[in-house]
């Protein structure tokens, strides 16, 4: 079956949903609600009946939504059959935590491989990874079929990385610098700027007190 086109935020809300449909089955749970998958991410029941009607998938009216069957689905939308290999370049605190992280969590996403400068990390395998050295970026990213790179480098040097990963044939980046990134229509990139979610907290805290 074709991949559907669907917005990123929907997109994001059903990683979400796999992730709380995981625990419920853990939890001994086969069938869940709207109701229920909305409270758990404060969104409506409304919202979520909308995106899991986008990709197909209905409910029994008396039990609610299969949660064996609604995981199944959602994977099948959000992974690929071999999985995609992940690269994180720039292995510092941040690096460190994210591969932390990500370690035995999604079987689909491995990361593989990172990248630093420091020669105390060049070389050594660290939470199962080997570290490469940065001049061997597009060797490695093309032998080991890395798609997605995971960017924490100082800002200074964020863009002429991303020119590095681009050339290497990375598909998809995850910004974690505060640099804007240009890229070319092909390559998705996701930022996340720690400043800018420390303003939005910042603003909803005064606007409460305001109240």
Known sequence: MKTPVLPPRTIERLSEYRRSLLEYLAGGKPYIFSHELA???HYTPEQVRRDIML??????QRKGYDVKKLI??????????????VAVVGFGNLGHAI???????RSKLNII???????????????GVVCYPVQQLHEIIREKRISIAVLTVPPEAARE????????GIRG???YTSVPLQVPENVFVESYDFITFLEKAAYF????GER
């Open 55 to 60: 990709i197909g998938y209905s409910s029994f």
């Open 39 to 41: 409270a758990l991410h």
């Open 161 to 168: 990385i991303t020119a590095r990963l681009v050339y290497a």
């Open 113 to 127: 491989a990172s990248f630093d400068n420091d020669p105390g990390k060049v070389g050594k395998v660290t939470l």
């Open 173 to 175: 980046i995850l910004n």
């Open 72 to 85: 199944r689905r959602i994977a099948g939308i959000l992974d690929t059959p071999r999985g995609i290999n």
């Open 205 to 208: 805290v005064k606007l409460s």
């Open 99 to 105: 591969t932390n992280y990500f370690r035995g969590k």
